[in-house]
């Protein structure tokens, strides 16, 4: 699908707010509108979203050090793409970070936090995947990481979730790994709940490592089909 093609579907009355440019381009690279090696031309996505082109430089700024696009010599602004070694990054940091998180937390959970984790995962066992899906389950995790109180341990790892969006949603679409997912979030809640911080970072670093080699061994099964 062509940018113009894209945008034009996004932005339905032909306008948008400046505030509302990174999500709208975040969501559509997102979803697979853009793919990787696409160009992201300023000039085109400012008229079709209605907008000047500073926010648009300014939304693709933040998307460059989110990870989703690249300046590229003499091509510009092109999407990122999915790659074995990033997922293989991206496994390796939330290792690194939330049990960490996980385990400073634990003794500031309260019956609010796990409430709301609760809340999240029943929301999450009612939707198919999706955008919906991926935001409840950045919103779990960070609903028992929050406690931590450490904002930026917290702001890597929210970005760390962002790039890995990307390759939830083709988890999710191709290897049926929501149900999984979801048991195993309700296995973690459950040690927070009983206070159990080592098998509550231990469940974690399992959902993480498996989940991390599944999408590594599709995604290498992708690239040696090419």
């Known amino acids: 699908m062509s940018a113009n093609a894209v945008i034009s579907n996004l932005s339905l009355d032909g ?9 709208v381009l975040r969501e559509a690279i997102l ?14 996505l400012a008229a079709q979203l209605g907008v000047s082109r500073m926010p648009v430089r300014d939304a693709l700024k933040q998307l460059e050090s989110e990870g989703f696009v690249l300046s590229v010599p003499y091509q510009g602004v092109v999407v990122s793409h999915l790659s074995a070694a990033e997922v293989q ?21 309260g019956k609010r936090s796990f409430g709301q984790a609760e809340e999240l995962l029943d929301q999450a066992d009612g939707q198919s995947g999706g955008a919906r899906w991926s935001e409840l389950n950045w ?15 917290f702001g890597a790892l929210r970005t760390a979730h962002l790039n890995l969006d990307r390759y939830m949603r083709v988890m999710l679409s191709s290897m049926n790994h929501q149900p999984t997912s979801q048991e195993e ?23 993480i490592a498996v989940s991390s080699e599944r999408l590594l061994t599709y995604l290498q099964g992708l690239q040696e089909a090419r």
């Open 15 to 23: 306008h948008l707010k400046p505030d509302a440019v990174t999500q």
């Open 139 to 153: 919103a779990f995790h960070a609903a028992l990481y929050t406690a931590a109180q450490r904002p930026r341990i």
């Open 185 to 207: 979030h309700r296995a973690i809640l459950a040690a927070c709940q009983e206070r159990d911080a080592d098998l509550g970072c231990e469940l974690l670093r399992q959902h």
């Open 89 to 109: 990054e991206l496994g390796e940091l939330r290792l690194a970070l939330e049990p960490l998180l996980l385990r400073l937390a634990m003794p500031r959970l």
């Open 31 to 44: 979803r697979g509108d853009f793919q990787g090696g696409d160009s992201l031309r300023q000039e085109v």
